[in-house]
């Protein structure tokens, strides 16, 4: 199921690289695409949205609810 997150923070390439680790993590087989001058990051995963949320969120971003 597709899933798109508004997250705040992210600044840079590190910054992109950090929030799809953390998805890719929780779900390896997750497809991951960032709009990071729109805050976007939009998953393909069938993971709950609650546990990508907290993944991206143990890195240090804002994920809006």
């Known amino acids: 199921m597709k899933q798109t997150f508004t997250v705040t923070g992210m600044t840079c390439g590190h910054c992109e690289k950090a929030v799809m680790r953390a998805v ?16 976007k990051v ?3 995963s069938d993971r ?9 969120a143990e890195e240090g971003y804002t994920v809006a609810a």
């Open 42 to 44: 939009e998953v393909q």
């Open 48 to 56: 709950p949205r609650e546990m990508l949320a907290q993944a991206i």
């Open 24 to 39: 890719t993590q929780t779900d390896p087989k997750a497809e991951v695409t960032i709009d990071r001058a729109a805050g």
